[in-house]
C-alpha cells in the first residue's frame, strides 16, 4: 500500500500546533475536544467564549487563561530543532496520524515521529507485559509478535526492556512493520541498553512520542504515555504481568477506550502471572495461540494468513521428540521427568544437548521448558 500523502503547513501552521502542543496545563482532554470541535489550533485560537464552552471541561480559570493567552503561548519547540533531530511532527488532522487515536478522548494534538509508520490504517496490536519477565514470557512474546506480524498487523509497545522489547523483536524478525511509543522524546535514547533495537525499528517502522526531541523520561511519562500504545490499537495484549505492573494499566486504559484486551494465562503460582490472571479474571480474553487471534481480526486483515507451521523438530530423534512433547504445555521438573521413568544419566544428557541447540529453556527451580520455535 503506498504510504499516505504528508500535508504541507505553513510557518504560521506549524507554531500554532506546536503552541497547542505546549499548553498541557489545559489538560489532554479539552486539547483534543478543541481539535474535535475546530479541526485545528488556529481557528480555535481565534474562537469566541461561546464557541468554546461547547467544548466540555472548561472551567472559569482555564477558559480565561485560554482566551487571553492561547495566541501567544510560545511552541513547545522550534521547527529548527526539529529539522536539525530529524524528527517529523505529525498532526492530529494529518493521513499519518493513526486514525484510531483520534477518537480516544485525550488524543495527542502533536506526535513527534522518527522513521515510518508506512500504513497507518493498518490494524494494529499493542503486546505489553512485565519488564523482568521469565524467559518462557519472552520467547511467548516474540512468537505472538512474530505471527501476528507476518499475518498484517502493526505490533506496537513501549520499547522497555524485557516483554516490549521481544515483541519488536519478533515483529522485526517477521519483516513487518513495529512502532515504538516513548515517554520521552524520540531522539532520546532510553533505555541505553535497548539502542540497538531501536536502530533496527527505526529501519522498519517508527519511534513516536507526544514529547518533543530532548525530553528525557520522567516517572508520570510513563502512565500517560500509555493511552497512546492502547489508544492507536485495536487490541492490548498483556503477555506476562504482576499484581502492579505498568502494563496493567495500559490494559486498562483499553477497555476504557472499549478496545479489546486479551491475556496469557502463565503459570499457576508465578509472580509474573498474576496481572494477566487478575485481568482474565476482570474480563479480559484468554489467549493461548496467535492464531486465536488472526481468526479473531481476520477479516481486517490485509490478507488472512494462518500461517502454516513448519516441523520445527525435523532433526530430532524419536526420543528427543518425545522429551520435548513432555515439556511442550507446561514446565516440567526434573523429578518429575525422572518420576515418569526416564533414565537419571540419559535424562540429563539430553538436556543438556536440547539446551545447548536451543529447543528448550531452563527455567527457575530445575524446570524445563519446550521453546516456541519459529525460525
Not at 504528508?6 to 510557518?11: D, L, P
Not at 517529523?88 to 515521529?113: G, N, T, W
Not at 493498518?122 to 519472552?138: C, D, E, F, K, S
Request: aromatic letters at 6%; one cysteine or more.
Amino acid at each position: 500500500m503506498a504510504e499516505p500523502a504528508r500535508q504541507v503547513k505553513t510557518a504560521i501552521q506549524q507554531k500554532a500546533w506546536l503552541q497547542l502542543a505546549n499548553m498541557s496545563w489545559l489538560g489532554s482532554t479539552i486539547r483534543a475536544g478543541l481539535l474535535q470541535e475546530f479541526g485545528n489550533p488556529l481557528r480555535a485560537f481565534t474562537a469566541s467564549k461561546a464557541e468554546l464552552l461547547k467544548v466540555k471541561g472548561w472551567d472559569h480559570i482555564r477558559l480565561e487563561r485560554f482566551l487571553s493567552t492561547a495566541a501567544k503561548t510560545e511552541p513547545i519547540c522550534t521547527s529548527e530543532l526539529l529539522e536539525q533531530k530529524e524528527t517529523r511532527m505529525v498532526c492530529f488532522d494529518d493521513d499519518e496520524y493513526p486514525p484510531l487515536l483520534r477518537e480516544i478522548p485525550d488524543s495527542p494534538p502533536v506526535l513527534f515521529i522518527k522513521g515510518e509508520i508506512s500504513n497507518p490504517a493498518a490494524p494494529a496490536l499493542a503486546i505489553v507485559g512485565a519488564r523482568n519477565g521469565t524467559q518462557m514470557g519472552y520467547d511467548l512474546a516474540r512468537d505472538f509478535a512474530f505471527r501476528l506480524a507476518a499475518a498484517g498487523f502493526t505490533i506496537v509497545s513501549g520499547l522497555a526492556l524485557g516483554i516490549d522489547t521481544h515483541a519488536h523483536r519478533g515483529a522485526l524478525e517477521a519483516e513487518a512493520t513495529t512502532v515504538a511509543v516513548l515517554a520521552n522524546g524520540p531522539d532520546v535514547i532510553y533505555p541505553r541498553g535497548n539502542r540497538r533495537i531501536r536502530d533496527a525499528i527505526l529501519k522498519k517502522g517508527a519511534i513516536i512520542s507526544e514529547y518533543p526531541p530532548g525530553v528525557i523520561a520522567r516517572p508520570w511519562h510513563f502512565p500517560v504515555r500509555n493511552r497512546i500504545i492502547s489508544g492507536m490499537c485495536l487490541a492490548t495484549l498483556v503477555v506476562e504481568a504482576s499484581a502492579r505492573s505498568g502494563s496493567l494499566i495500559t490494559a486498562r486504559l483499553a477497555a476504557e477506550q472499549n478496545r479489546e484486551v486479551f491475556a496469557l494465562p502463565g503459570i499457576s503460582g508465578s509472580t509474573t502471572s498474576e496481572g494477566t490472571l487478575s485481568l482474565i479474571e476482570e474480563g479480559a480474553t484468554l489467549v493461548t495461540s496467535p492464531d486465536e487471534l488472526i481468526e479473531h481480526y481476520g477479516e481486517l486483515l490485509p490478507e488472512k494468513k494462518l500461517l502454516e507451521k513448519s516441523d520445527d523438530f525435523e532433526d530430532l530423534t524419536d526420543e528427543e521428540k518425545k522429551l520435548l512433547a513432555a515439556m511442550a504445555s507446561e514446565p516440567v521438573s526434573i523429578d518429575r521427568l525422572l518420576e515418569s521413568g526416564w533414565p537419571r544419566d540419559r535424562l540429563f544428557s539430553l538436556l543438556l544437548q536440547l539446551e545447548m541447540r536451543d529447543y528448550l529453556v531452563k527455567l527457575q527451580g530445575n524446570t524445563y521448558q519446550t521453546r516456541n520455535k519459529h525460525r
